[in-house]
């Protein structure tokens, strides 16, 4: 860090300048979005977790997040995640003293997590004492027939949450899909609760765009989407949403969950799924959609969401440090 910069709690006087910073980094290609508010005082605010700012001359210059959940990616259970923007990318000694910081905070805090995880655009290097690990793109489609139409599937039967079917359906149910479909996600994948079910639910405002889809009665795949404000700037981390029912103006589809159960995969249920959502979104006056997806699995996603529509918008580099090895 140079010698006249300090680090600071994030206090709520700062956010419009780290949003501003985080705008910065999105220009740089850091981020394919800028994140909403409430998203940014989500992750600088959670108790798992801690950040700080970095000024110079009262001005500041740089922030960093350390928590278990990061301003992309989902939740892990075995690592944290840091999120580390600086005014200046050539300012090595202050990117450097930040991640530091943020792996001596994680390795005091980290209560059973090993590993100390960020996530950044390819175009942007990632910090000192990181070893990339993964690939995730972002895939974007435009809702236009015949992208849009619905699927004709005789052996699927496809329930919303919305309707009476799919909400006699119980909660487990969904839940149980979803972590049976993603047991062995690489990252050290985080199982959905039922509290974590209904506060997606309450913060999502019940849009309707959560599908269970059934083959021959079983429950075989599970698909959640959203609507997103695309104007403000919500990436894959977004945790707000458009008015339910509504587009608004700059609106878009997200994509949050695309699974198959092991028991029912290779039979094109997912690809079935995607395809309705894309029908819902379109039908709600949408016009495009995007999702994050993991391009080094061995599930060949991409290739299905490309079938789907799906172009790649942008290239997130995953990157690692092992926590009980400390940067020097």
Do not use: K
């Not at 458009?242 to 039979?267: L, Y």
């Amino acid at each position: 860090m140079t010698a006249t910069a300090t680090l600071d709690r994030v206090h709520t006087d700062d956010l419009p300048r780290i949003t501003a910073l985080l705008t910065t980094a999105r220009h740089r290609g850091q981020y394919d979005t800028t994140p909403a508010p409430e998203r940014l005082e989500a992750v600088l605010g959670q108790r798992a977790g801690d950040a700080r700012v970095a000024r110079v001359g009262g001005r500041t210059v740089g922030f960093v997040t350390v928590g278990p959940t990061g301003l992309v990616g989902p939740p892990s259970t075995e690592a944290l995640f840091c999120d580390l923007v600086v005014e200046d990318p050539s300012d090595g000694p202050l990117e450097a003293s930040l991640t530091r910081w943020a792996h001596d905070t994680a390795a005091t805090t980290h209560s059973g997590h090993h590993t100390l995880r960020t996530l950044r655009g390819a175009a942007v290097a990632v910090p000192a004492g990181f070893t990339e690990v993964r690939r995730i793109w972002r895939m974007d489609t435009a809702l236009t027939p015949p992208a849009a139409a619905r699927p004709v599937r005789p052996d699927l039967t496809f329930l919303s949450y919305t309707d009476d079917t799919g909400r006699a359906l119980a909660d487990s149910t969904w839940v149980n899909l979803i972590n049976s479909a993603f047991a062995e996600h690489w990252g050290g994948y985080q199982p959905w609760t039922a509290e974590r079910w209904r506060q997606r639910l309450a913060a999502t405002g019940h849009q309707g765009l959560e599908i269970l889809a059934l083959r021959h009665s079983e429950p075989a795949g599970v698909l959640l989407a959203r609507v997103t404000a695309r104007a403000a700037g919500l990436g894959a981390a977004d945790a707000g949403a458009a008015g339910a029912g509504t587009a608004g103006a700059g609106a878009a589809g997200f994509i949050e969950v695309v699974g198959t159960h092991p028991g029912h995969r290779r039979r094109g249920i997912a690809e079935a799924l995607v395809h309705t959502a894309l029908h819902h979104l379109a039908a709600r006056g949408l016009r495009t959609a995007h999702l994050m997806v993991d391009a080094s699995g061995s599930t060949r996603a991409t290739e299905l969401y490309a079938r789907c529509g799906f172009h790649r918008h942008f290239d997130y580099v995953v990157a690692e440090q092992p926590l009980h090895n400390r940067p020097s």
